[in-house]
């Protein structure tokens, strides 16, 4: 079976997508510790961050690092944090995170955004890549 982000890759579910290429998309989280919380994902299914292969791992790694100097370009805070965790979708993905306090890593508070400020800052991200 098929995971959430396999299914946002296909097009079967929506999201606020930043950018993609081949391998790689990059979208808004839609439960975000802090506003401008994007992940980063391989387009391939894998399960854990350290079952990809070097070459996509790094290229994984270079793909976030140029969505996040465009979201710390879109979105005010003091820098962009970054984590992977792995438990809550089996499909390896790296969370970043605008940062302002220590909190906003904490994934226990949540922002809320309409489907409005979703779309203005996808588009406001995708301007600064």
Not at 54 to 72: N, Q, R, T
Not at 107 to 118: C, D, I, M, R, T
Request: net charge negative; glycine share 4%.
């Amino acid at each position: 079976m098929s995971t959430i982000f396999t299914k946002i890759v296909n097009g079967e579910i929506p999201c606020y997508k930043i950018t993609e290429d081949d391998k790689y998309l990059a979208f808004l989280d839609v439960n975000p510790n802090a506003k401008g919380h994007t992940l980063c994902i391989p387009k391939q299914e894998i399960n854990k961050i350290f079952e990809i292969e070097d070459e996509l791992y790094l290229g994984l790694m270079a793909f976030s690092k140029k969505v996040a100097i465009a979201l710390e370009k879109s979105v005010p805070c003091k820098r962009i944090g970054m984590a992977v965790v792995g438990l809550e979708v089996p499909h390896a993905h790296v969370h970043l995170i605008p940062l302002n306090e220590m909190d906003e890593m904490r994934f226990q508070n949540k922002v809320s955004l309409s489907k409005e400020e979703f779309e203005a800052l996808a588009s406001t991200i995708q301007n600064n890549l």
